[in-house]
């Protein structure tokens, strides 16, 4: 079952607009990850957070986890044709072993 | 560092047959892990190994399907007489304990079809 929900399922935007993604739990979290998965083949990661109100960035794509950790965000600003796929957010709910996955979000950015 | 490596790629099967895929984590990570997905779906855990040790298994993980990582290195699963709902993308991944930051890196995973 999936215990994070993801959203939106999917979104199609225009090359060099912004985007967001959400990932959201019931419960407050350990840690969690993100993931960039092309169709077809294994995920690639991006981020992992695990302080409340952290936030990392890495080229144009930012995460945030919300102080209660419970709830993070992906930004991509100015997106390209390369930003395409799918992004999966995974939790650790205790400093254990298991990520939970959520169902993923495809993004689609037209030329 | 070659990344976590899987194969093989891709394995069409008919139902009833037995299948065996393999997994060569990152070298210094004592942590395995395998998880399925299927279409739409995030991965979803099936087992774990600390070293050559298997911790956990999933309730996903029916009698039908066996893993071992025999000197703690690559890993193999094993699913025996195979059901067309068995078809998913089986993903191995692998992560190094104790860092207090553990990354789970992913393999580009194995298709299994069973027709």
């Known amino acids: 079952s999936q215990e994070l929900e993801q959203s939106p399922q999917s979104l199609i935007v225009q090359e060099g607009k912004n985007l967001t993604i959400n990932c959201t739990s019931s419960?407050?979290?350990?840690?969690l990850y993100w993931y960039k998965q092309k169709y077809g083949e294994g995920l690639i990661f991006l981020m992992m957070l695990q302080k409340g109100g952290e936030e990392k960035s890495h080229e144009k794509i930012t995460a945030k986890l919300d102080e209660k950790k419970q709830q993070s965000s992906l930004h991509i600003t100015a997106s390209q044709p390369s930003h395409a796929g799918i992004y999966l957010c995974?939790?650790?709910?205790?400093?254990?072993?298991?990520?939970?996955f959520g169902a993923g979000t495809t993004v689609t950015v037209r030329a | 560092d070659t990344g976590v490596s899987q194969n093989p790629r891709h394995k069409i099967t008919k139902r009833g047959q037995n299948v065996t895929f393999r997994c060569d984590p990152i070298?210094?990570?004592?942590?395995l892990y395998w998880y399925r997905q299927t279409l739409g779906q995030g991965p979803e855990f099936l087992t774990y190994?600390?070293?050559?040790?298997?911790?956990?298994k999933s309730r996903l993980l029916s009698d039908r399907f066996s893993a071992e990582r025999p000197k703690g290195s690559f890993s193999t699963l094993e699913i025996q007489r195979t059901e067309q709902g068995d078809s998913a993308m089986y993903l191995c991944?692998?992560?190094?304990?104790?860092?207090?930051?553990?990354?789970?890196?992913f393999g580009s995973g194995t298709q299994l079809s069973v027709l």
């Open positions: 190994f600390q070293n050559e040790a298997q911790l956990e």
């Open positions: 991944a692998s992560s190094l304990r104790g860092t207090g930051n553990e990354k789970l890196f």
């Open positions: 995974g939790a650790l709910r205790s400093n254990d072993y298991k990520l939970s």
């Open positions: 419960k407050t979290l350990y840690g």
């Open positions: 070298s210094e990570h004592n942590r």
